[in-house]
């Protein structure tokens, strides 16, 4: 039987890299088998989903490139197929409509909690006959006996006393159904053979299972992930830094990095570190994932970002950089080419954020602090510098080794070591202290703009210390 596995996100907020390890689970799992992975949008919660939301999502899969073969399906387009599935359970006297008022309710909570009792429904309306009039909600008659038990993938053998589980509302007296029932609906009609979804679910798992069986249909089987935990060890929350896929994205970090990253936080193949998405589909075994909840690890993340800088297809991370340039304003639509200022950069940054941050003097004007200045050049200098940018003015071969050697030979000339000029014509060019080597930045930079830089930046040395 092929498999099919499905993500089922509810649109309330961007998706969170909780939500983002999952979704890799279960397309990792279906590529791996071969089978299909369904993309199913659970947005019956009107009040607390937003198109927005919708939006993060379907934008987060696209930028993780976690593809989907069908979908998204949208629960709010299967209203009717969700009031038909209820009507049968009705018809076949499966589920009951229950009556029963907020106060009544609310009343045997009070009551059950003073007994210092489980809250659960009474069954008050389970047999009754009430004509179908007035406000009402639909109950599934769980079955009062026995055990509901299934085998997860991870967590191995689970029971369930059906004792436990009470008549739970399937269709709310707004007619809206509830997350359990669209669920067991969906997972039914779009033949779900696995479901991988965060553990937090797995009370619902026995109930959904009932439902199911209800309806006829033959269970899925399950599996049960755990849950990412900050740094601290408490369950990961917006307080532990950046939570939402999007926002690693502004952060600089690259999709194959927060991907082999997750797949890491949970599963392990070996002592193996880094995994391309070919080794991932071929050694990934969702029975492997560990049952015990993963706390997040920031340096191991931005270890691999940086890896991935370095040894990743320098087509792709170029365009992943000129998003963030394009977010910092900057035109990016002339020299250096953005793969050129990757080669140059790699080396230096751990996100690609880093990176663009700190390329700003190729693509933009520089502002040149006076204390700056008056802290790295003297008036000493000033003929060496006049020096270089003539030397410079006329060099034909503009590569990063003639430029090395113009600068080694006016620093001969004048009797400096080379770092002496070097600091200087590094604020020259980029405005601060700190570039990559002076040679390769200027090279990189282009005859014309590092002239002008330091014809500009002689200027002001003279208005400055003279
Ligand atoms: N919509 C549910 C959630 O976002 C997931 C449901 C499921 O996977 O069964 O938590």
């Keep these: 039987m092929t498999v099919v596995t499905r993500f089922a996100p509810s649109p309330t907020g961007f998706l969170h890299i909780g939500g983002a390890r999952t979704a890799l689970y279960c397309w990792l799992f279906a590529r791996k088998m071969q089978g299909q992975f369904i993309l199913r949008i ?21 930028w993780l490139n976690l593809d989907y073969d069908t979908g998204p399906f949208y629960q709010t387009k299967r209203l009717e197929r969700y009031q038909e599935t209820a009507a049968l359970l009705l018809a076949e006297n499966k589920a009951y409509r229950c009556f029963c008022s907020k106060e009544r309710l609310e009343k045997l909570r009070e009551q059950q909690m003073a007994n210092k009792e489980k809250p659960r429904y009474d069954e008050h309306c389970r047999e009754s006959n009430h004509p179908a009039e007035g406000s009402f909600v639909i109950r599934f008659k769980n079955p009062k006996e026995g055990t509901v038990q299934f085998h997860d993938l991870i967590r191995g053998t689970l029971i369930f006393n059906n004792a436990e589980l009470d008549d739970l509302i399937i269709v709310r007296s707004d007619g809206m159904p509830t997350y359990n029932f669209t669920v067991v609906v969906d997972d039914w ?3 779900i053979t696995d479901v991988i979804r965060g553990d937090d679910h797995i009370n619902n798992t026995p109930r959904q299972i009932n439902i199911l069986h209800a309806l006829g249909a033959t ?5 049960h992930v755990p849950m990412i935990l900050g740094p601290d060890g408490k369950r990961l929350s917006k307080r532990h830094g950046a939570v939402g896929v999007m926002q690693y994205r502004e952060d600089g970090f690259l999709p194959e990095a927060l991907l082999n990253y997750l797949v890491r936080l949970g599963w392990s193949h070996g002592d193996e570190e880094i995994f391309s998405r070919e080794e991932l589909i071929q050694l990934f075994d969702i029975k492997n994932v560990h049952k015990a909840a993963a706390a997040i690890n920031p340096d191991k993340l931005l270890w691999l970002n940086q890896h991935y800088i370095k040894t990743g297809n320098k087509e792709q991370i170029a365009a992943e950089l000129a998003w963030h340039m394009q977010r910092l304003g900057i035109d990016i639509g002339h020299e250096p080419s953005l793969i050129d200022i990757l080669h140059l950069q790699q080396d230096r940054c751990k996100t690609l954020r880093e990176m663009a941050e700190k390329s700003l003097y190729f693509y933009s004007e520089i502002t040149l ?4 200045i008056k802290q790295h050049v ?11 940018t003539d030397a410079l003015s006329i ?9 090395h050697a113009t600068m080694t030979a006016t620093a001969d ?28 930045t200027l090279a990189l930079l282009g005859k014309k703009n590092t002239i002008g ?10 208005a400055i210390l003279h």
């Design 42 to 62: 659970e947005d019956t919660d009107t009040e607390r989903g937003t198109p927005e939301s919708v939006q993060a999502i379907l934008d987060a899969m696209q």
């Design 189 to 191: 009609d779009m033949k």
């Design 219 to 223: 269970p899925p089987r399950y599996a």
């Design 369 to 372: 602090s006076d204390d700056l």
């Design 378 to 388: 003297t008036v000493a200098l000033l003929p060496a510098l006049q020096a270089i």
């Design 395 to 403: 060099l034909t071969n503009w590569q990063k080794e003639s430029i």
């Design 413 to 440: 000339q004048f009797q400096l070591k080379l770092g002496k000029i070097a600091q200087p014509l590094r604020i020259a060019v980029t405005g601060g202290t700190v570039s990559p080597s002076i040679d390769a």
């Design 453 to 462: 830089r330091l014809k500009q930046f002689l200027i002001k040395i003279n």
